[in-house]
């Protein structure tokens, strides 16, 4: 038996790698695609899920009332991108953006510290748990470089501030040296990806008490399904940028021990692979490293110590049950086949009899 799992980076309305779609996908049929991808992330053990870029606050209502099986949704709402940054889905033709807060997209353009402190202060109006901002360059963006630096350090102080006024915090798209330390230099507390991490970086996050969420399975699964799944041509090129350095990056995170979380953000049909990511992570740590990062480091980020990712009194419910011993074989979660699943004392997953 183990806790309930945390998946600490997803997107539940991505129900193509083509997120410049998503912009113009009605409401409610992007609603469909994401009540049936929960429902799966549940049938693979995961109770608990952070949506970073686009969940919103119906989904998670709709899943706390039980109108919507799935797991318990930890939502920051769009993701606050520059003119020409990770969230800006638009090709170097394209002027007009057709992002709209009424639709399944996953960013928001603001630019300048008064429009980045506006744009936060209305995902918080929503109820936002934290706050994500691209702190650099992305593959599944069109224009900008993965290599690029996203957001002044006033940008990103303006969003941290509003954060931290509401309780709550920011996390930070960064692959680079560069990004991660200009994001911690702001007062970020959540790192994404971190792929081209050197041990410098590594020492600066270790030392500002932030928390890393790598998600190495999205870029494997980029590589082998991409064109399938509707990924742009520009996107397909950066792939191979941050595929081969993401490993590297995942042992000296380790090595440096740091506080790391599970995450995939895998994208449309991908999505399917998500428990892959324990069989990447199972070749660079040992399995009780990987289970906590899905469980007991996971709670702390998402500030439910206590409450998730453990098995005690007062806690919530939540519960997996297998019949291997994933200390031994952890290809019993890669491979996830669970007996049951119990969210909140209830079963919400039995596996049929063989």
């Known amino acids: 038996m183990l806790p309930g799992l945390i998946d600490c980076h997803v997107h539940v309305y991505a129900m193509t790698a083509n997120l410049g779609e998503l912009e113009t996908t009605a409401p409610s049929y992007a609603t469909m695609h994401a009540a049936r991808l929960m429902g799966d992330m549940l049938d693979r053990g995961f109770t608990t899920?952070?949506?970073?870029?686009?969940?919103?606050?119906?989904?998670?209502?709709?899943?706390?009332?039980?109108?919507?099986?799935?797991?318990?949704?930890?939502?920051?709402?769009?993701?606050?991108?520059?003119?020409?940054?990770?969230?800006?889905?638009?090709?170097?033709?394209?002027?007009?953006?057709?992002a709209s807060n009424c639709c399944a997209g996953l960013g928001v353009i603001a630019d300048g510290p008064d429009a980045v402190r506006r744009a936060a202060r209305d995902q918080l109006r929503t109820g936002a748990h934290h706050l994500k901002i691209m702190a650099g360059g992305g593959v599944a963006s069109p224009t900008d470089r993965v290599d690029s630096i996203q957001y002044s350090?006033?940008?990103?102080?303006?969003?941290?501030?509003?954060?931290?006024?509401?309780?709550?915090?920011?996390?930070?798209?960064a692959y680079?040296?560069?990004?991660?330390?200009?994001?911690?230099?702001?007062?970020?507390?959540?790192?994404?990806?971190?792929?081209?991490?050197?041990?410098?970086?590594?020492?600066?996050?270790?030392?500002?008490?932030?928390?890393?969420?790598?998600?190495?399975?999205?870029?494997?699964?980029?590589?082998?399904?991409?064109?399938?799944m509707g990924l742009p041509a520009a996107s397909r090129a950066k792939v191979d940028d941050v595929l081969s350095a993401g490993e590297n990056a995942l042992r000296i995170a380790d090595e440096m021990g740091l506080d790391l979380c599970f995450g995939t953000d895998l994208l449309g049909g991908m999505q399917v692979h998500q428990s892959e990511e324990f069989a990447i992570r199972a070749r660079h740590q040992d399995p009780l490293s990987v289970i906590r990062s899905a469980t007991t480091t996971a709670a702390r980020l998402l500030e439910r110590e206590g409450e998730l990712g453990v098995i005690r009194e007062g806690a919530h419910a939540d519960l997996?049950?297998?019949?291997?011993?994933?200390l031994e074989d952890l290809t019993v979660l890669s491979e996830p086949d669970p007996v049951l699943v119990l969210q909140g004392g209830a079963v919400v997953y039995e596996r049929a009899p063989r």
């Open 153 to 173: 350090l006033a940008e990103m102080r303006a969003a941290v501030e509003e954060a931290q006024d509401a309780n709550r915090y920011v996390a930070a798209h």
């Open 176 to 228: 680079t040296p560069a990004a991660i330390r200009r994001a911690l230099d702001a007062g970020v507390r959540s790192i994404e990806h971190a792929n081209l991490l050197d041990h410098a970086a590594a020492e600066a996050i270790g030392e500002a008490g932030a928390f890393v969420t790598m998600n190495l399975v999205t870029y494997w699964a980029l590589k082998e399904f991409g064109v399938e």
């Open 320 to 326: 997996i049950v297998l019949d291997r011993d994933p």
């Open 49 to 98: 899920v952070r949506d970073t870029g686009g969940g919103d606050h119906g989904l998670a209502m709709a899943q706390a009332e039980g109108l919507l099986r799935g797991p318990r949704l930890f939502f920051g709402g769009k993701s606050l991108s520059q003119t020409g940054g990770h969230g800006d889905t638009r090709v170097p033709g394209q002027q007009r953006s057709h």
